[in-house]
């Protein structure tokens, strides 16, 4: 044990700080799970085995230390919560406490090794500064074997995507070819399915291919054998060339492939989801193709559950949705818990099916997903997600966020040709800004800021370059959102003596505010009620305009239709007002603060989608009314000042269809058919990871003295035209 080590261990012996510094043997670092060598999950080297650390007391101090490891120079964000999927194996450190200056991660102060308190959700990573340090050897490289590309034969340019070329594989920091005797299918199909190709084809005149092949080259692999069933080339067998040297391939020649992509257009595009699989999707990720897996059967949306669903499965699974072969499996509804059933169980594939219902299963037909009655149950905690290979489009290099106080934040900048320039703010939402984020590798949108001036923009950067921008939201990269185009149009009022320009702030984590749909169903009906007894609700506006005629008619009555919601909050972190606690708004009449002027809407439609009546509920009161078993209260809006608003993970806010508010006065409707909508953040004033699960739609019938709902669901999307002929079809007999 050198001089240092003794002095660290005196030092916290008299401090009685509980860490440990153990450096007798320079601790070896890598760098897994990152669509780029320069971010992962931070895994480390000790006692033969490779582990993860814990996020706890992670740093940028600490994640600059494992950055100058691997060979970078520092790094440019430290990050948390299994960011780039939760580890194997053992978890080796805790509570690291680097000051920045350490040479080796196990120079700094920890808990000791394995000595934690952590699940691999809490797995730490890094995102490193791109710029290599001179003449620097890392301890390990960072995800040996773990990218590849496909490069063109000479006197081809290379294409956006890219589905055809000779394999390479970036060893030792340079791309080198592979060595093969000829093409082979299972080879081909791992390759294509680790660049994020569902499946490979033999390239038609491969010999006029090869031709244009040099003779010699940096070969690193030979003799590679795999089964096809693996997601990456490096869980193949293979032989390993010493990368020094330039090596002639014994074989035919270098390895060359076509991949297949019936999800991506050549120019990068995402194909809408209809055409490639209709009975899968991902929901809830941050990322192009991650999220929570979900699958329709019987016509509706449900889940399924973790259990026995392995790396063949969500091979399966990811190719099925037109996605290469799967990066990592996430269990523990790692993504946030779903809503309706959980569809099915004991998933187990072989890796070659076409299908995930061609693979061994159990359905699972219940309503209530969370009654244990059946020891077969699965929970909405037991949720499987899967984060899958994808092409690299190189869309993340066409945009950057500059002049913020951190990477996630900051004035957008697009290029377009090849110059770079702002992005207008006009009709900037929410839901651009999400696409911005992921595109950018960032998450999800925590704001979208408009006018942004106090981010300073780049130096040449000062002609708008995109206006009229208007995403759906699932958008793999904001340039194939609608916009203007060529033909840029005016940005901002002719009175505003500055551009408005377009900004993000971008977060790790989201809510996600899901309703209890059987709750609202079930609490549906009619209550006649005198106007006297409404004062409180008219000084809200809670009623409609008829009503301020008879405010003062002491035998006026209004005709309500009352209804209970419950909004369950199922992300990955809290769900908070827009507005700060200093214009939080005091009611009177029930004696609390309102934090949101609308969290949820209520309206009637007509068939054709034209609204005959509307809820008024002014504002709300958010707080924690009910939580899973476990999961303690933490918002409570009757406390003085207006208390600490808002509905934590795991945990509804509870409005019962007995309060004042709580309803749609629909004394002014004829009966008819009609539909109930019922919309929670209307507005998308909050951020959420999933804002496509936030409205109900139910069918009702009125015939002027009750009333009938029934249908009540989430839709799958918001095609008005689709949602209104589905709801003209489902008309009560």
């Known amino acids: 044990m050198d001089k240092c080590t003794v002095v660290t261990f005196l030092i916290c012996g008299l401090l009685q700080c509980g860490f440990v510094s153990a450096s007798e043997n320079v601790t070896k670092v890598r760098l897994m799970g990152g669509d780029e060598p320069t971010d992962g999950r931070v895994e480390v080297f000790h006692n033969g085995e490779w582990g993860t650390i814990c996020d706890d007391d992670w740093n940028i101090d600490s994640a600059s230390v494992v950055c100058r490891m691997v060979g970078y120079d520092g790094a440019l964000e430290y990050v948390h919560s299994g960011k780039f999927g939760p580890g194997e194996g053992n978890i080796w450190m805790d509570s690291v406490l680097c000051t920045g200056e350490e040479d080796n991660i196990s120079d700094c102060p920890f808990n000791g090794w394995g000595e934690h308190d952590c699940s691999h959700h809490e797995d730490a990573g890094v995102r490193c500064n791109s710029r290599r340090i001179y003449g620097a050897k890392s301890s390990v490289s960072s995800g040996e074997l773990d990218f590849l590309r496909l490069k063109p034969p000479r006197g081809q340019r290379r294409r956006i995507l890219q589905t ?165 499996v996430l269990i523990d509804s790692y993504f946030g818990q779903g809503q309706s059933a959980v569809w099915l169980s004991g998933v187990q594939c072989i890796g070659n099916e076409t299908s995930l219902l061609n693979c061994e299963h159990s359905v699972l037909d219940r309503r209530d997903p969370d009654d244990d009655s059946d020891p ?59 696409v911005v984020c992921k595109q950018l590798g960032l998450g999800f949108a925590l704001h979208a800021l408009k006018d942004v001036y106090f981010f300073p923009g780049s130096e040449n950067a000062t002609v708008i370059k995109m206006t009229g921008v208007n995403c759906v939201g699932d958008e793999s990269a904001v340039h194939h959102c609608h916009h203007d185009g060529r033909h840029l149009q005016s940005c901002g009022a002719a009175t505003h003596t500055l551009t408005p320009f377009a900004g993000v702030i971008c977060t790790e984590m989201s809510p996600d505010l899901v309703q209890d749909v059987p709750l609202l169903q079930q609490s549906i009906h009619l209550d006649e009620q005198p106007i006297h007894n409404l004062r409180c609700a008219a000084e809200e506006n809670c009623l409609a ?189």
């Open 545 to 733: 305009s008829s009503a301020d005629q008879m405010i003062d008619d002491p035998y006026g009555t209004r005709r309500l239709l009352r209804f209970s919601t419950r909004v369950w909050n199922r992300g990955r972190t809290d769900f908070q007002p827009a507005k700060q606690p200093r214009d939080w708004i005091w009611h009177q009449c029930h004696g609390h603060y309102h934090s949101m002027s609308q969290f949820t809407h209520y309206d009637i439609l007509d068939l054709n989608r034209t609204e005959v009546a509307e809820g008024h509920k002014a504002s709300f009161c958010l707080e924690d009314t009910e939580c899973d078993p476990g999961v303690p209260k933490r918002f409570d809006c009757d406390q003085p000042g207006g208390g600490n608003q808002g509905i934590a993970v795991g945990c509804a806010d509870n409005y019962q269809y007995n309060i004042d508010c709580q309803w749609i006065d629909i004394s002014d409707v004829k009966k008819g058919n009609y539909l109930l909508r019922v919309r929670v953040n209307p507005h998308s004033l909050v951020a959420e990871s999933d804002f496509q699960n936030n409205e109900v739609y139910c069918n009702l019938k009125y015939d002027g003295h009750r009333v009938w709902a029934w249908n009540c669901h989430i839709p799958d999307h918001y095609d008005p035209a689709t949602i209104a002929q589905y709801y003209k079809e489902s008309i009560y007999p």
């Open 164 to 328: 055809h070329g000779f394999v390479e594989i970036l060893y030792q920091n340079k791309w080198r070819k592979i060595c093969t005797d000829e093409w082979d299918k299972n080879v081909a199909t791992v390759v294509c399915g680790q660049l994020g190709f569902p499946t490979a084809a033999p390239i038609h005149g491969l010999k006029k291919y090869m031709a244009k092949a040099r003779k010699r080259h940096n070969y690193v692999l030979s003799n590679v054998t795999c089964y096809g069933d693996e997601n990456s080339l490096k869980r193949c067998s293979y032989v390993v060339h010493n990368a020094d040297k330039h090596n002639r391939c014994e074989g035919s020649g270098p390895l060359a492939i076509k991949c297949l992509s019936p999800r991506y257009s050549s120019s990068g595009h995402s194909r809408r989801r209809k055409k490639f699989s209709g009975n899968l999707r991902l929901k809830a990720g941050a990322s192009e193709g991650e999220g929570r897996l979900e699958i329709k059967m019987s016509g509706r949306w449900g889940t399924i559950c973790h259990r026995s669903f392995d790396l063949r499965a969500s091979n399966v699974a990811c190719r099925e949705l037109g996605f290469g072969s799967a990066k990592r």
């Open 376 to 434: 077969h149950a699965c929970t909405h905690s037991e949720e499987i997600g899967v984060a899958c290979h994808v092409p690299n489009t190189g869309t993340h290099k066409k945009i950057r966020l500059v002049g913020g106080r951190n990477p996630k934040e900051g004035r957008v900048e697009v290029r377009v040709k090849q110059s770079w320039g702002p992005v207008c703010s006009d009709n900037w939402t929410i839901t651009e800004a999400k």
